[in-house]
Each structure stands twice: as structure tokens, then as C-alpha cells.
């Protein structure tokens, strides 16, 4: 079974620039999580889907972040316009949504903001 | 709000040594407790969890770990450090379960030495 699929591995650009990061989860997981992890740092999470629902998103930082989820699948993550503290790992996960669950995490997207 | 702390940002055992990494939580509800480890360049992978039950938890690899609500613990232990194991763990707690979202702890880096 394939696991959660993110792309791009790794991406560089201009601060203001804008950068979008996809991701695909494990099928039949209904559940999907975007999180930001910094140089040694734990990942910290920024939103929760259930389905196509937005369901916790109260650490995205709105004015530049969104994200969505259509068709409750596939996710994107932007921001725009990228700053400079924005550099680091950003994490996928998906689970079924069960109490008793495991989050199942991809490789993540590394960003770089020069 | 839920917290966890993980005692020693870098731990450093022989081979063949035990090894134990130390996690605390906070969490007004009964928690819901996760160990995962990261290799470079990867994502997280789950070792282990506590949900209800059994307080001393087997995970993959040879790691156990046990929740204990009186010292609001939940160390990780090994009995015998392999090279493989050379890695960064992180300890995550829940309150709404596996399908919320994940409080981590910073991690700790585990060295093995030869």
C-alpha cells in the first residue's frame, strides 16, 4: 500500500514569492493534517481536515496561509507571499479518524526562503 | 492545553546498552501518548502508542515504553542500542485521540556510539 505521497521534496525561492505544496493520502483515510516543522523542533500543526471540512485550523497563519481540500482527498498548502521565517519542514499526515488511530506521515516538503 | 517535554535534546548510549528516553506530559483529560522516530530526510514513523489499557506498550524495533499517570510519564526504553537505531524520536500526546491533532515534544537526538 502506498503511503502518503508529498511533492515537491524540496523547494527554493525568493522571499514574496509564492510556493504551493501538495499532498496525497493514504487511500481511504479520511482524516488529513498539514504540519510545520523547524530546524530541531517538533512538528506543530497547522490544520486538521475531516473530509473536504476544515475542521481545526486555528494555528494557520491566515493572512498568509490557506490551504484546501477538494473533493476530500488530495490537499494543497500555499502561502503567499513567502517570508524569509517561513523556511522549513512541512509535514502531511493522514489517518482514518478513529480515537484509537495513527497518523501516517509522508516525507514532507523542505522550503528554503532566501 | 496538552504540553510534553522531553528530557535531553541529545542522548548518547554504546551499542549494545540500554536506551531510555525520557517524555512528561500535561494534559488535564486522560492523554493519548505517541512515540514516533524520524530518520534524515524522512518522515515521522510511529514506534508505539498508548490509548487505554495495558499501561506498558510494545512497539516496533525492540522499544517499550510505559505510561504512568502518577509521574505523568511515558519514557522510552530499549534494552539493547543498535547502530540502526541512530535517529530522532519524538513523543506526542493527544487528548481527543489519534484523529487530532498531535502535541509534540522538541525531540531528542539518539547517538549511538560503536
Known amino acids: 500500500e502506498a503511503g502518503v505521497v508529498q511533492s515537491p521534496r524540496y523547494k527554493i525561492i525568493e522571499k514574496k514569492q509564492p510556493v504551493a505544496f501538495w499532498c496525497n493520502p493514504i487511500?481511504?483515510?479520511?482524516?488529513l493534517y498539514w504540519y510545520l516543522q523547524n530546524l530541531g523542533q517538533g512538528p506543530e500543526l497547522l490544520i486538521r481536515y475531516e473530509n473536504e471540512e476544515a475542521v481545526d485550523d486555528s494555528q494557520l497563519p491566515k493572512d498568509r496561509f490557506s490551504a484546501e481540500r477538494l473533493k476530500g482527498v488530495d490537499s494543497t498548502l500555499k502561502i503567499q507571499p513567502a517570508e524569509l521565517g517561513d523556511s522549513a519542514v512541512y509535514l502531511c499526515?493522514?489517518?482514518?479518524?478513529?480515537?484509537?488511530?495513527?497518523?501516517?506521515f509522508g516525507p514532507g516538503t523542505r522550503l528554503t526562503v532566501l | 492545553a496538552q504540553s510534553v517535554t522531553q528530557l535531553g535534546s541529545h542522548v548518547s548510549v554504546s551499542e549494545g546498552a540500554l536506551v531510555l528516553l525520557r517524555c512528561n506530559y500535561s494534559?488535564?483529560?486522560?492523554?493519548?501518548l505517541f512515540w514516533y522516530v524520524q530518520y534524515p530526510n524522512q518522515g515521522l514513523q510511529l514506534l508505539l502508542k498508548y490509548t487505554t489499557g495495558a499501561t506498558l506498550v510494545k512497539g516496533i524495533n525492540g522499544f517499550e515504553a510505559e505510561f504512568k499517570k502518577s509521574e505523568t510519564s511515558f519514557h522510552l526504553t530499549k534494552p539493547s542500542a543498535h547502530m540502526s537505531d541512530a535517529a530522532e524520536y519524538f513523543c506526542?500526546?493527544?487528548?481527543?485521540?489519534?484523529?487530532?491533532?498531535?502535541?509534540f515534544g522538541k525531540g531528542t537526538h539518539l547517538i549511538i556510539q560503536p
Open positions: 499526515a493522514s489517518s482514518l479518524g478513529l480515537r484509537s488511530d495513527t497518523q501516517y
Open positions: 494534559s488535564s483529560v486522560p492523554p493519548y
Open positions: 487511500s481511504g483515510h479520511n482524516t
Open positions: 506526542a500526546v493527544s487528548v481527543g485521540g489519534g484523529a487530532d491533532g498531535l502535541t
